[in-house]
């Protein structure tokens, strides 16, 4: 049956069914590919099955996810020099490209050049668009449309209700890409190049992660086989906050994209049993570590007394200590990992015997040279000068050692700092140590010294805030040859050794000439929450740009005595009432009353990371799991307890800011002793 010409939504839905059965076909066309005489071996026939399976996943149909979300009407063919009067041509934006049985486009990826107007256009600059619709969508149905006519004059710029809808719609379930919603300011971050790293400060609601999640997307659009070989990496802070995003990047077709804590990263050495008192934590993870543990991993070196004798046939080659002396020194000055210079000395020896062979007339190749250097002679003074390394019992003894530390924490750390570190009880082994994970950070750092770690293309670092020097440097380690995404905001950092400036945190992460974005624009958070969470950042981030919420709705916020945890539930039932999530954030102390309370209400709870299902609505959050999450509506109880829950005031009133800028909705503080002062307004 036609749709009637004047009924543009009936074609826009019709254009949309019709792009659903192009995307079945595609799919269709990837499941029957044969591959059998495609391939020469059982390898290659691995690989491709492997790529192939990829990319059915990738044309997967998501039947409650809009395929496309905007249309952009452009004067010009895109491309066309415009003094040849080309038409102009009309482009589908969405999440991924979708093409029919002739080639022809009927969804354009938004991550494509063409796309980018729709971002980016404005009444000031159209971009050569004649018109940018925007769809409004209910179950993955067309349900509205909103058009602006850019190169219109007689049209005033207006605000887009479905865009404001969209961004205010409730949050069920895991985070969900912002693609269709991504502003001017956020398209810049996630469109620059991979070459260069950027970092994002943006206080709650500010979109940080989506946009950091969206770039890499960007980056594997448009430098994919490069990355495919280098790999790309996130980071988060923790498994919850990991689980919350896992299904941004597969909802954008991306499914290679690798997820880890920075424990993640510095795990498989030693088995993390213990913890680190803030004190030293803070003095191990100081930057100043990496030279105490260079210097120790080189103090292993011994330079030669006594020369190296070769024997060949009838023939003896002796390498003078002086001589041996020199090659040792020489590698020394050239500052490459101790691992790699070691596995260079028997060559450099060799190559010394070499010499006085050619000398004598003889006429070596290099497998006389491979020989030489596997000699036992050879074998035994490069043990005796350049011992392997443990890294793992390195740090053990620095650990232990208090004459050890000291000799090469000498002029690093002081006496003080050197006891702060030091184990209290002599450890056996390296397997019945409890380590810390700060030790396990330390270990990686020796790691690197010996032998260099992987590097891959892209790292992406969220809540970066967080991090000290030498977790920094581990992450650094990892896209050494890459570019990486930070994103954090100074006014959340809730660590003893929270990063102060991110210009420090860039030259720790070893990419001192990355560029700082600011993004101020809140689009999650209600004005008034933020509004009066922002009371505190006078007192935790002075200087900071207070966020400026963007939304329309005002929220729901209200402070509210109570006199016990009943009242709590009682504010909990009355915000599940509302559409959408709920949780209830307090201090750890707090979690098992709160706890036990809930289920005597008959209100079953989550975790913190686990789904939200219609019939579970309600997450119990320590504050200390709080940040990066997001639920509709709300209960923050008491805010001293939260406060009075950290080592300082400062990381308490850091942690508090966290909880209460978790809300897109609404807000209840319950709280039955007083308020901290710096809410007081």
């Not at 969209?166 to 991979?194: C, K």
């Not at 019939?615 to 923050?636: I, W």
């Amino acid at each position: 049956m036609s749709t009637p010409v004047d009924d543009p939504l009936g074609r826009e839905r019709s254009h949309l069914a019709e792009s659903r059965a192009a995307l079945r076909a595609m799919r269709e066309d990837a499941e029957s590919l044969d591959i059998s005489d495609v391939t020469a071996n059982w390898v290659n026939a691995q690989i491709l099955e492997r790529q192939i399976g990829e990319r059915i996943k990738a044309l997967a149909d998501l039947s409650d996810t809009p395929l496309f979300f905007g249309r952009l009407d452009y004067l010009h063919a895109p491309g066309v020099d415009l003094a040849e009067g080309a038409e102009g041509e009309r482009f589908y934006i969405g999440r991924r490209h979708v093409h029919d049985h002739d080639g022809d486009p009927m969804v354009i990826d938004w991550r494509a050049p063409v796309s980018q107007p729709f971002y980016r256009a404005s009444k000031k600059d159209p971009m050569d668009i004649a018109l940018r619709r925007r769809f409004g969508y209910t179950r993955g149905d067309i349900t509205a449309y909103e058009d602006e006519h850019l190169s219109d004059p007689a049209e005033a710029a207006t605000t887009s209700k479905l865009l404001q809808q969209e961004i205010e719609r409730p949050r069920v379930g895991p985070m969900r890409d912002i693609v269709a919603t991504i502003q001017p300011e956020q398209d810049e971050i996630v469109r620059s190049g991979l070459g260069g790293t950027v970092c994002v400060q943006g206080g709650p609601g500010t979109g940080k992660t989506a946009v950091g999640l969206h770039r890499v997307a960007y980056l594997l659009y448009a430098h994919r086989e490069r990355l495919a070989r280098t790999g790309t990496l996130v980071i988060g802070p923790n498994r919850s906050f990991l689980h919350y995003i896992e299904q941004v990047l597969p909802a954008l077709g991306e499914l290679a994209v690798k997820q880890a804590t920075v424990d993640d990263l510095v795990a498989g050495r030693v088995e993390v049993r213990g913890a680190d008192d803030a004190a030293a934590a803070v003095i191990k993870g100081d930057a100043r570590m990496a030279e105490v543990l260079r210097r120790a991993v080189y103090s292993h070196v011994t330079l030669p007394t006594e020369p190296v004798v070769v024997v060949r046939g009838s023939r003896r080659w002796r390498v003078p200590a002086y001589e041996l002396e020199d090659i040792v020194r020489e590698l020394l000055d050239r500052d490459i990992r101790y691992g790699a210079a070691r596995d260079a000395l028997p060559q450099r020896i060799a190559h010394a015997v070499l010499v006085q062979m050619e000398r004598s007339g003889e006429a070596p190749d290099d497998r006389v040279q491979d020989a030489v250097a596997r000699n036992s002679a050879v074998k035994a003074a490069v043990k005796e000068i350049w011992p392997p390394v443990d890294p793992a019992k390195l740090v053990l003894r620095l650990l232990t050692d208090a004459d050890f530390l000291a000799v090469h924490a000498d002029g690093v750390l002081d006496e003080d700092e050197q006891k702060t570190i030091l184990w209290a009880k002599p450890v056996r082994s390296v397997k019945s140590a409890k380590w810390s994970a700060a030790d396990a950070v330390l270990i990686d750092e020796a790691s690197d010294v010996v032998e260099r770690t992987h590097s891959l293309g892209h790292v992406v670092l969220d809540e970066a805030q967080d991090l000290s020097p030498m977790q920094y440097r581990a992450v650094g380690r990892r896209c050494t040859t890459g570019s990486a995404t930070v994103l954090g905001d100074l006014a959340q950092g809730t660590t003893p050794w929270a990063t102060r400036s991110w210009d420090e945190a860039l030259a720790h992460l070893g990419k001192a000439d990355g560029v700082i974005e600011e993004l101020t624009a809140g689009f999650r958070v209600p004005t008034d929450v933020i509004t009066y969470a922002s009371r505190l950042l006078p007192h935790i981030a002075p200087g900071l740009t207070p966020v400026a919420s963007v939304r329309e709705n005002p929220g729901f916020f209200e402070v509210r005595p109570i006199s016990d945890t009943g009242e709590v539930v009682a504010a909990c039932d009355e915000l599940l009432r509302n559409e959408g999530s709920t949780g209830l954030i307090a201090a750890d102390a707090r979690i098992p009353a709160l706890a036990e309370a809930l289920t005597a209400a008959g209100i079953g709870y989550l975790a913190p990371g686990e789904e939200t299902t219609e019939e579970t609505r309600l997450t119990l959050v320590p504050a200390s799991l709080a940040k990066g999450l997001e639920y509709d509506y709300v209960v923050l109880d008491e805010p001293q307890a939260v406060v009075d829950g950290e080592p300082d005031e400062r990381t308490g009133l850091r942690r508090l800011y966290v909880g209460l800028t978790r809300a897109v909705s609404g807000l209840i503080v319950t709280h039955a002793a007083p308020l901290p002062r710096e809410l007081m307004g």
